[in-house]
């Protein structure tokens, strides 16, 4: 392996992709195969907020804004690849709509993705086709979701100090509706003070403690 791992994440049939910070136009991203094999190395942008795969061959990339406003790749602040490292798809937002300056929240599920970004925090529904939609989101701030049918539960949002802040909502054609909010403690009861950037995957997001060893996970 030629690359410091910032990011990892599997793909389908047994393989692996790498990521690493790099300068403009730097490959890298590195794919493995099953034996450990370099498959291939490419330009993956820089400044990635958040890399995840899915079974059905889709990557997505999530950018802040040392790379939205520096590098070309970056500078869509979502992008889909295949699982062999080819571009497919980056964001463009509809007329009128801020574009991405950084992703603070990120789900990704098979053919489908979540995110809500700055400067004004929508909700952003992406599918593997092309085909995304925007809806007023009233968590600003979220630090992760999870997403099952028309629910979503957001985590943090708002002042820095309400990180364990839970968020259950309704989602509409146009809208995520509050429906209910709850404190969010670790399994022993006491309070949730600080994490790891959370993982959103579907229904479920995984979140780590103060340990590197342990990770939770809190399922809708």
Not at 181 to 198: Q, V
Request: net charge neutral; charged share 20%.
């Amino acid at each position: 392996m030629t690359l410091l791992p910032h990011h990892l994440d599997a793909l389908p049939n047994g393989r692996l992709i790498v990521q690493s910070h790099g300068a403009v136009g730097e490959r890298n991203a590195q794919i493995f195969g099953r034996d450990g094999r370099q498959r291939r190395s490419f330009t993956m942008g820089r400044a990635i907020e958040f890399m995840m795969a899915d079974r059905q061959n889709n990557l997505w990339s999530a950018y802040f804004d040392e790379g939205v406003y520096v590098d070309p790749i970056s500078a869509a602040g979502l992008v889909r690849w295949d699982s062999g490292g080819n571009q497919q798809w980056s964001y463009q937002p509809p007329q009128g709509v801020e574009h991405i300056d950084t992703v603070y929240a990120f789900n990704a599920v098979d053919m489908l993705a979540w995110a809500s970004y700055y400067p004004t925090f929508p909700l952003l529904e992406v599918h593997a086709n092309g085909y995304f939609h925007l809806r007023k989101n009233p968590v600003p701030r979220p630090a992760g979701m999870a997403v099952q049918g028309d629910q979503i539960l957001m985590l943090g949002g708002g002042s820095r100090d309400r990180l364990d802040r839970l968020h259950r909502c309704h989602i509409t054609v146009d809208e995520a509706v509050v429906i209910d909010e709850a404190e969010l403690t670790m399994p022993n009861g006491s309070l949730l003070k600080r994490y790891a950037r959370p993982v959103g995957r579907g229904a479920c997001l995984y979140l780590r403690g103060a340990s590197a060893r342990q990770w939770y996970v809190l399922s809708m």
